[in-house]
């Protein structure tokens, strides 16, 4: 019988937008998710932000370790780093999982072996947020998409 071999972690890298950072985690990412919690939509600026989830001892900070800002919430005992000279989010840390790092997916070019199955916080989902409604072209804009508005119904003419 042939006994199985683990692979190695192959590392998948990602970026701040101005490159000034650069971090790695192993591949596989450990989970994926949206999260459309208060705190994630205002450090994002965003409806929702999709993180991975990776394992402390597979995240690291590859380059510009010295450009990376941290801001504390006392209350909820989370940690979040940016970069300091784009403002880019980088990660996530909270009080209660101290072995788990969480990395916005948006900083990797590459696949992270995890798709974000799961919504963190959807009680929390605002009523502006893209929820999958069709669109279509924005005629004379290319590019453009948009949902059209609703028909709305016309009463039928009372009857005297």
């Not at 019988?1 to 701040?16: D, I, N, R």
């Not at 989830?53 to 504390?72: C, D, L, Q």
Request: net charge positive; proline share 8%; aromatic share 12%.
């Amino acid at each position: 019988m042939k006994k199985k071999t683990l692979a190695t972690p192959e590392p998948v890298a990602g970026q701040c937008g101005c490159g000034a950072v650069t971090i790695e985690i192993d591949f596989p990412a450990r989970w994926a998710w949206h999260d459309h919690t208060q705190a994630s939509r205002l450090a994002h600026g965003a409806a929702y932000a999709t993180y991975v989830g990776s394992w402390r001892k597979r995240f690291r900070i590859t380059a510009g370790e010295e450009e990376v800002t941290r801001y504390e919430d006392r209350a909820s005992g989370a940690t979040r780093g940016f970069c300091s000279q784009c403002g880019t989010p980088l990660f996530y840390e909270r009080a209660r999982s101290p072995h788990m790092v969480n990395v916005p997916r948006a900083l990797f070019q590459n696949r992270t072996g995890r798709e974000p199955l799961y919504h963190i916080g959807i009680q929390e989902l605002r009523d502006w947020t893209y929820t999958g409604q069709p669109l279509v072209p924005l005629k004379g804009f290319p590019g453009v998409v948009w949902e059209r508005p609703k028909r709305r119904k016309r009463m039928p003419e009372p009857m005297f």
